[in-house]
């Protein structure tokens, strides 16, 4: 089985709706939903507000949805998560793969059933995840690869460690990279090696989030 990979992302910019709020969501995404076509929502939104809040945006914005679950778990709970992201319409999910290849292709055979995909975590962008990610990270790539995965992340604020991925995984792959704005990744340089960025608090803490994305779009020209 293999998964296809993401075709493309609107302007290189992925929001990482981490709000935990559906009305200043809603806000947020109709002030810029002229920029992006894609949005990353995680726990903090679906955690208070429910998995409701992804068909909410779904339907009324037309996005590509990028479930940030960073699914870690037994194979059978993996699936029920996926499950439950997938039908509530999440177009990815976003999977560790620490856990080994069992509990990764359980994720890929429930994204299989609902023709839809999934990202493989290879590296974070926080300092700490050096202390034991980084170590395993090209072992997970190298697993990725073995089961037919072309969707990754690797952080834009290592870009040593994207540069890496992105040989390991090869120019066919698609790579979005965290830690661009707040975190100190730098756009231009991380789309080196990158197919896109993800951006958060940059964006949704601006006093002006259009201008925040206008600014991050000029950096890349």
Known sequence: MVVEQMKKVKNNIILALDLMDILKSYDLCETIYNYIDTIKIGYPLT????????????????????????LADIPATNEKIAKLSYDKGADYIIV?????????????????????????????????????????????????????????????TKIDRLSKIRELVGEDSF??????????????????????LIVGRSIYESPNPETAIKNIINSII
């Open 175 to 196: 790579i979005i990279s965290p830690g661009v704005g707040t975190q100190g990744g730098d756009p231009k340089e991380t789309l080196k090696y990158a197919n896109a």
């Open 47 to 70: 955690l208070s507000e429910g998995l409701k809040s992804i068909e909410i945006l779904k339907e009324n914005f037309d996005f590509t949805v990028i479930c940030d679950y960073k």
């Open 96 to 156: 560790h793969g620490f856990l080994g290849s069992d509990s990764v292709k359980a994720c890929l055979d429930i994204a299989k059933e609902h023709n839809k995909e999934i990202f493989l975590l290879s590296e974070m962008s926080h300092p700490g995840a050096d202390t034991f990610l980084k170590s395993v990270s090209e072992e997970i790539v190298k697993m990725g690869l073995k089961l037919g995965i072309k969707n990754y992340i690797a952080p834009s």
